[in-house]
């Protein structure tokens, strides 16, 4: 069964759908980010915990990322092309979910490192690969949504846009 | 000029102009785009600008760093054993526990020679930065000859995690009470003299591949964290 939705609610829902996601977003990638730019050592370690790529690519990926993720953070909740930061959004998510499950296949033992706190675990703690996938690829799907449908309320593109958006 | 040619004249200019429009909305996107992607990069690059420039240089290693400086050794023997650790951290202390007498057996029979690596990756884990100033004051503690002792203390005086730790008088105050009695110990601990090393220690350990704290190697090789894997590697020498 298909709910029937007349066409005119969906158009005045859909930015404020839009807006909900963005902000949710924004508020993700600032957390993250914050919780990681002002120990970008402990970023790096994070980052070489995954043994994916060697240790001097790590020292670059580990040390760019907490201030990327901090930027499109800002970006997102600006709203300011909403399209390419959703898109960039979902493609760090992809990598993120591909680097954990990797960890996962390889039988690691370390944290995900999304908000701090990353590398190899102590003896008493245990993995959380299922629940850190589970919430990235959650974030994707709303990324990826986005980035197709990128109209929302109150956004910086809204004032620089021709498009009207109900 | 008849009503049909107006009318066609008129769809023609309509076309026009939302050609005109989607070129312009097509430009827009792509200005947008290159803008974001502008942005992040940058992002990136000045986050690994800042871990560039804060990255240690021109290290002071405490006198007697062995292993490139990055360790801190006791005793002589032939078998080197090399650790890891974090002095706050509760796996540290309890291989601490386990292994501690073990090893201190192999070095007064000097078997082995035990290399300290104290780390500071847990620094997240107190407000003051804690595992920094522990393993930076055992800098000091083994230019006193007293390493051993001191880490014994610390691991049985660990503050938890999350928590602020041990205040820099009272790391001087265990200093006091394994028989350290020089002045320079209480002025390098109060001070961050060997912070910078502690990082530098870290950072290698790093690219040696150790992935968390205890890290224990003999001769070169990485062991289990457990008794009987120290005994085995160091039986065979």
């Known amino acids: ?166 | 000029m008849s009503n049909r040619t107006k009318l066609r004249a008129r769809a023609a200019a309509h076309q026009v102009l939302a050609e005109r429009r989607a070129t312009e909305r097509r430009r827009r996107t792509l200005f947008t785009s290159a803008l974001v992607a502008a942005l992040l990069l940058l992002a990136g690059i000045i986050g690994y600008g800042v871990y560039v420039t804060q990255r240690p240089e021109d290290v002071r290693p405490p006198s007697g760093a062995v292993d490139g400086d990055t360790g801190l050794a006791v005793g002589t023997g032939p078998v080197t054993v090399d650790l890891y650790l974090d002095f706050l951290c509760p796996a540290c202390r309890s291989y601490e526990q386990q292994a501690g007498p073990v090893l201190e057996g192999y070095l007064d029979e000097g078997r082995i020679t035990l290399v300290y690596h104290p780390l500071n990756i847990l620094d997240r884990l107190s407000s003051t930065d804690y595992s920094t100033r522990a393993a930076a004051a055992a800098a000091s503690a083994a230019e006193a000859g007293k390493l051993v002792e001191y880490a014994n203390a610390l691991y049985q005086r660990q503050p938890p995690e999350n928590s602020a730790g041990l205040s820099d008088d009272e790391l001087v105050s265990i200093g006091r009470a394994v028989g350290i009695t020089s002045s320079a110990f209480e002025q390098d601990v109060k001070s961050d003299k060997y912070h910078e090393w502690v990082e530098f220690v870290t950072g290698e350990a790093d690219e040696r591949g150790v992935r968390g704290t205890p890290t224990v190697f003999v001769n070169g090789e990485r062991v289990d964290n457990t008794v009987q894997a120290l005994t085995t590697a160091v039986d065979r020498g």
């Open chain 1, 1 to 166: 069964m298909t709910v029937h939705v007349e066409p005119e609610l969906r158009d005045r829902l859909l930015p404020w759908a839009a807006l909900l996601a963005r902000l949710l977003l924004a508020g993700v990638w600032l957390y993250a980010g914050a919780s990681k730019v002002t120990d970008l050592p402990g970023s790096v370690r994070a980052v070489n915990a995954y043994q994916i790529i060697p240790v001097s690519a790590g020292q670059v990926v580990g040390a760019a990322l907490p201030l990327a993720e901090i930027t499109l953070g800002l970006l997102l909740l600006a709203g300011l092309g909403l399209r390419a930061a959703a898109t960039a959004s979902a493609v760090l998510l992809t990598l993120f979910v591909a680097a954990i499950t990797s960890a996962a296949a390889r039988g690691l033992r370390i944290d995900c490192g999304c908000f701090g706190d990353g590398g190899a675990l102590a003896a008493g703690e245990s993995t959380a690969y299922g629940s850190e996938i589970a919430r990235d690829v959650a974030l994707l799907t709303l990324s990826v949504l986005l980035a197709i449908w990128p109209y929302s309320h109150f956004s910086v593109d809204n004032l620089v846009s021709d498009q009207e958006i109900s």
